[in-house]
């Protein structure tokens, strides 16, 4: 059943249709005026296979390159074949290295907080924060089972790297399984969904709320799904619980013990100095990776019957490239195509397997450098689910209650 209303003050049809058994709404533009726009322009299959058109989108959302649509019958397998064997292999001595430059960046980066004037704190926290961020991606390693040989190894690192974030390791070690079984699928994929309509429907509360969220507090939204995703135990299953347990008690012991022992030492004001200013630049890392390796107004999320393997993890992820430094101390995860076709392959490594996927399938590859546009375009394109379109941005649906989006428009630089 198909319905239509035409909103006269912003131009704007909303279609309503059911799809596979849900209600679903589209909304779609009666005019456009200037620059194309990232949340309207209808991303097509037969679209991404014109080469001026792919050049087109683009310029207009910071990339450099936006990849052809891959083959339906090019399965997950057939990439994976083109890499080479040693890309694959643990490296015991890299492995610890790569714990050696995170402790020692780390440490240097307190030793900056310790010593910093209160003008120049921002930079020793960016520091910080982005070197602890590596004790994350050693943790991530860890759950992917490419750190080292041995389980038991793993599992100790992995707890103890995810303690200063007081993140749950098998919490999170679970539910991110779900993330690479279900990239960009919808309702299944553990990271950032788009926002439903039914949402934006159910409350003038919860419809705000949202549009922070998904506009200017994004790149911190990684906070809410630390939160909401790994410390109840309801998400889980019984076999399950009790390595979630263990972990959830570690991560209180260190909250119990670990704070005090700062405040005990340096006062509530070296709390906030020391771990929970640092802690606010890993999320904002934390945050910024996730959406940027899968969010795009050209990328889409699919239901289970649509959903390809191999287009989510190859067409469906982005190498981004950031500064130098950045890359060094978060152990390059923005090389994130490969780690999508194979989670096994260690950090180190991850370079060595891009270079391979670029040679072999790099025409349906998305490339981009850190930028402006690029995180503009997110921010303020790509919010509420649209089957035709994949995204509509929030000041087509809800305008009036839009203005966090219009200010991000107006007043984010617009580089490239």
Same mark, same amino acid.
């Given at each position: 059943?198909?319905?239509?209303? +035409?909103?006269?003050?912003?131009?704007?049809?909303?279609?309503?249709?059911?799809?596979?058994?849900?209600?679903?709404?589209?909304?779609?533009?009666?005019?456009?005026?200037?620059?194309?726009?990232?949340?309207?322009?209808?991303?097509?299959?037969?679209?991404?296979?014109?080469?001026?058109?792919?050049?087109?989108?683009?310029?207009?959302?910071? =990339?450099?390159?936006?990849?052809?649509?891959?083959?339906?019958?090019?399965?997950?397998?057939?990439?994976?074949?083109?890499?080479?064997?040693? +890309?694959?292999?643990?490296?015991?001595?890299?492995?610890?290295?790569?714990?050696?430059?995170? +402790?020692?960046?780390?440490?240097?980066?307190? =030793?900056?907080?310790?010593?910093?004037?209160?003008?120049?704190?921002?930079?020793?926290?960016?520091?910080?924060?982005?070197?602890?961020?590596?004790?994350? +991606?050693?943790?991530?390693?860890?759950?992917?089972?490419?750190?080292?040989?041995?389980?038991?190894?793993?599992?100790?690192?992995?707890?103890?790297?995810?303690?200063?974030?007081?993140?749950?390791?098998?919490?999170?070690?679970?539910?991110?399984?779900?993330?690479?079984?279900?990239?960009?699928?919808?309702?299944?994929?553990?990271?950032?969904?788009?926002?439903?309509?039914?949402?934006?429907?159910?409350?003038?509360?919860?419809?705000?709320?949202?549009?922070?969220?998904?506009?200017?507090?994004?790149?911190?939204?990684?906070?809410?799904?630390?939160?909401?995703?790994?410390?109840?135990?309801?998400?889980?299953?019984?076999?399950?619980?009790?390595?979630?347990?263990?972990?959830?008690?570690?991560? =209180?012991?260190?909250?119990?013990?670990?704070?005090?022992?700062?405040?005990?030492?340096?006062?509530?004001?070296?709390?906030?100095?020391?771990?929970?200013?640092?802690?606010?630049?890993?999320?904002?890392?934390?945050?910024?990776?996730?959406?940027?390796?899968?969010?795009?107004?050209?990328?889409?999320?699919?239901?289970?019957?649509?959903?390809?393997?191999?287009?989510?993890?190859?067409?469906?992820?982005?190498?981004?490239?950031?500064?130098?430094?950045?890359?060094?101390?978060?152990?390059?995860?923005?090389?994130?195509?490969?780690?999508?076709?194979?989670?096994?392959?260690?950090?180190?490594?991850?370079?060595?397997?891009?270079?391979?996927?670029?040679?072999?399938?790099?025409?349906?590859?998305?490339?981009?450098?850190?930028?402006?546009?690029?995180?503009?375009?997110?921010?303020?394109?790509?919010?509420?689910?649209?089957?035709?379109?994949?995204?509509?941005?929030?000041?087509?649906?809800?305008?009036?209650?839009?203005?966090?989006?219009?200010?991000?428009?107006?007043?984010?630089?617009?580089?490239?």
């Amino acid at each position: 059943m198909l319905r239509s209303h +035409v909103s006269i003050g912003s131009l704007i049809v909303k279609r309503d249709f059911l799809h596979n058994g849900r209600s679903h709404h589209q909304f779609l533009p009666l005019k456009q005026r200037g620059k194309l726009q990232a949340a309207v322009l209808p991303v097509t299959p037969p679209l991404l296979d014109d080469e001026g058109k792919r050049k087109q989108m683009s310029e207009e959302y910071g =990339f450099k390159q936006i990849g052809e649509q891959l083959p339906d019958n090019v399965t997950l397998k057939d990439v994976m074949d083109t890499l080479p064997k040693e +890309v694959f292999e643990i490296n015991d001595v890299k492995a610890w290295g790569s714990v050696l430059i995170s +402790v020692t960046s780390y440490a240097f980066g307190l =030793f900056l907080i310790s010593k910093a004037p209160w003008y120049l704190l921002p930079l020793a926290w960016a520091w910080a924060g982005t070197a602890v961020t590596g004790f994350f +991606v050693i943790g991530h390693d860890c759950a992917h089972k490419s750190f080292s040989r041995n389980k038991l190894v793993e599992d100790i690192v992995g707890t103890l790297a995810f303690l200063p974030l007081i993140y749950p390791y098998e919490p999170w070690r679970f539910k991110h399984d779900r993330h690479h079984a279900k990239t960009n699928m919808l309702v299944e994929d553990t990271a950032w969904q788009p926002v439903w309509q039914k949402e934006i429907e159910s409350s003038s509360f919860l419809r705000k709320a949202i549009i922070f969220g998904y506009g200017p507090i994004r790149p911190w939204m990684s906070i809410a799904h630390w939160l909401m995703w790994h410390f109840d135990l309801k998400k889980f299953r019984s076999n399950e619980l009790p390595r979630v347990k263990i972990s959830l008690a570690c991560v =209180f012991a260190f909250m119990a013990i670990g704070w005090p022992l700062i405040i005990l030492q340096t006062g509530i004001a070296g709390w906030f100095k020391f771990w929970f200013m640092p802690w606010m630049v890993y999320h904002f890392w934390m945050s910024t990776f996730t959406m940027v390796h899968h969010t795009a107004p050209h990328i889409p999320f699919k239901s289970s019957e649509e959903w390809n393997a191999a287009q989510a993890q190859l067409n469906g992820t982005v190498h981004c490239s950031y500064p130098r430094w950045i890359e060094i101390l978060c152990h390059d995860i923005n090389v994130h195509v490969p780690h999508h076709i194979s989670p096994r392959i260690p950090s180190y490594n991850l370079r060595a397997a891009h270079d391979s996927i670029k040679k072999n399938w790099g025409k349906y590859m998305n490339d981009a450098d850190w930028n402006w546009r690029l995180m503009k375009t997110i921010l303020t394109a790509c919010h509420v689910y649209d089957k035709e379109r994949y995204y509509v941005s929030f000041d087509e649906v809800v305008p009036e209650e839009s203005q966090p989006i219009r200010f991000l428009k107006k007043f984010m630089p617009d580089h490239a």
